[in-house]
Each structure stands twice: as structure tokens, then as C-alpha cells.
């Protein structure tokens, strides 16, 4: 069974300041793994998401994240924080198709990203 | 072009009552999921539908849960005699096929007293 921990239900950053969001799974098999933002009262939308090739996956936004696979991690980063990031972001996985389906996606529990003026 | 759609948006019910929530997916996926997401946590994946069969509906909790997708475009989830505990926020997303982008709706946030 596959599952997602995310590391910290709220984070804290300045504006301009570097944001790291922590994300770590399990899988029993190289996973397909994903970047969602939500916004209040609107749909999860997609940040950026590894398949297979390149480690390190440039999203929107500026946001990139890193798939490490011996630290089964794949932490979200932008080097600047912006007002507009302030948002819930879910990390997930799926151990068999590269869009999710069909056994659905496994997210972790979010991480509330603030940003302080 | 429209994105997922899901109505209502708020539904507040009483416990025992029945509830059914919609889902319009984007026009020409075939692939529609549903996902409940409590309070604090991740969307938890409930049902998945490939045309107009259920594929997988191995996430449905229990038998009072029920969704269906009769001409493989707008989906309903029907809850029987609900419980406080299915209070949460119900997403509905479209895919074109299982490999590429879910879509995810605002969702339908269910209130059961």
C-alpha cells in the first residue's frame, strides 16, 4: 500500500523568502508522484507532477520539487515567496498510472502555506 | 472552456436523511472520480468511473454509499440514511484518460446534524 506523510501542517515563510514544503511516501513500486495547490472555495489544481526521466520537475507558479529516491522524497521549493502562494498544498501518489487513475490518487494530510508580509 | 462543476456547493442534512451530490465533469473525459475530504485531511479516493461502469469503487466506505454515471458524462453520489461522520467535503475530478491531468470540481461541502 502506498502512503504520503507531509511534514508540518502550517508553515510560516516571509514574502521573497525561500518556501520548502516536505513530502515523503511509500510505494512498493517506483511511484508517479504530484504537486496539488488549492485554493479556498475553488478546485485542487495541479502544480507539477514526476513520471519518470529528470528529478527535478519545474511546475507553475516557480515551483519545482525534487524526487529523491533513496530519501523517498520529493520536497516542493520556490526560492521566492509570493503574497499569492498563501494556499493548502497536497502532496500524492500513485504506484500506476502517470495521471492517477484508475485506483485514484493517495494524498497526505496538507500543508497550509502562510505568508507574512 | 467550463471546468468540473458540483451541486450543490453546501448541502446541510439531517442524520437518516438521504443526500445525492452531481458532478458534471469536462466535456469529453471519460475517466470521473469521486474523493471525500475531511476536516484536516487529504482528499481520501472513493470511486472511480471509466465511461459508465464503476471500475474501481473499492474506496466507498460502506454500503450506504452509492454513485453512478448512467451515460458516462454526469455523475451522482447518493448517500443513504447519513451519518455526522460523512460530514466533509466531497470532490468530484475528470480525466481524459487515465494517464493524464485530474481535473478537480470546488466540491460539494455536506453538513450532516
Known amino acids: 500500500a502506498q502512503s504520503v506523510t507531509q511534514l508540518g501542517s502550517h508553515v510560516s515563510v516571509s514574502e521573497g523568502a525561500l518556501v520548502l514544503l516536505r513530502c515523503n511516501y511509500s510505494?512498493?513500486?517506483?511511484?508517479?508522484l504530484f504537486w496539488y495547490v488549492q485554493y479556498p472555495n475553488q478546485g485542487l489544481q495541479l502544480l507539477l507532477k514526476?513520471?519518470?526521466?529528470?528529478?527535478l520537475v519545474k511546475g507553475i507558479n516557480g515551483f519545482e520539487a525534487e524526487f529523491k529516491k533513496s530519501e523517498t522524497s520529493f520536497h516542493l521549493t520556490k526560492p521566492s515567496a509570493h503574497m499569492s502562494d498563501a494556499a493548502e498544498y497536497f502532496c500524492?501518489?500513485?504506484?500506476?498510472?502517470?495521471?492517477?487513475?484508475?485506483?485514484?490518487?493517495?494524498f497526505g494530510k496538507g500543508t497550509h502555506l502562510i505568508i507574512q508580509p | 472552456g467550463a471546468g468540473v462543476s458540483q451541486t450543490p456547493s453546501n448541502k446541510v442534512t439531517e442524520k437518516g436523511k438521504y443526500v445525492e451530490l452531481r458532478c458534471d465533469p469536462i466535456?469529453?473525459?471519460?475517466?470521473l472520480y469521486w474523493y471525500r475530504q475531511s476536516l484536516g485531511q487529504g482528499p481520501e479516493f472513493l470511486i472511480y468511473?471509466?465511461?459508465?461502469?464503476?471500475?474501481?469503487d473499492s474506496g466507498l466506505p460502506n454500503d450506504r454509499f452509492f454513485a453512478v454515471r448512467p451515460e458516462g458524462s454526469v455523475s451522482t453520489l447518493k448517500i443513504q440514511r447519513t451519518e455526522r461522520g460523512d460530514s466533509a467535503v466531497y470532490l468530484c475530478?475528470?480525466?481524459?484518460?487515465?494517464?493524464?491531468?485530474?481535473?478537480f470540481g470546488p466540491g460539494t461541502r455536506l453538513t450532516v446534524l
Open positions: 475530478a475528470s480525466s481524459l484518460t487515465l494517464d493524464t491531468e485530474q481535473f
Open positions: 510505494s512498493s513500486v517506483p511511484p508517479y
Open positions: 514526476y513520471t519518470t526521466g529528470a528529478t
Open positions: 500524492a501518489v500513485s504506484d500506476r498510472y502517470s495521471g492517477g487513475g484508475a485506483d485514484g490518487l493517495t
Open positions: 466535456s469529453g473525459h471519460t475517466a
Open positions: 468511473f471509466q465511461g459508465t461502469g464503476a471500475a474501481d
